[in-house]
């Protein structure tokens, strides 16, 4: 959802199994760079069904949080580690982004 240039709402489905699957919602306030956003997301989730195999739910959640965390970060590379992303997935929200 796009509030403005630079506060949108971000979030993601996935219809795998015959079941369809939504992640949370993140309120996006800083974003600094768009390009990379759709792929960050595809990154996320092949890595997120390799990785939490039989775990659709959770797949889909990386690959939200990977691309959500994308937002904010320059150009077309998304350099935020998994931990980080698993950070948000997890709750913490605060911003704040350990490197």
């Known amino acids: 959802g796009s509030i403005n240039a630079n506060h949108n709402t971000w979030g993601g489905v996935l219809y795998s199994g015959g079941k369809l699957y939504q992640s949370p919602r993140y309120d996006i306030t800083h974003i600094v760079d768009r390009v990379g956003g759709g792929d960050s997301f595809m990154g996320g989730l092949i890595y997120g069904l390799l990785t939490y195999t ?3 739910q959770k797949a889909l959640n990386f690959a939200v949080a990977a691309s959500c965390l994308k937002h904010t970060i320059y ?3 998304n350099l935020v580690t998994v931990e980080e992303v698993e ?3 997890s709750g913490d929200a605060s911003g704040r982004v350990s490197r």
Request: hydrophobic share 35%; net charge negative.
């Open 87 to 89: 950070k948000l997935m």
């Open 54 to 56: 039989g775990d659709d």
């Open 75 to 77: 150009g077309d590379f």
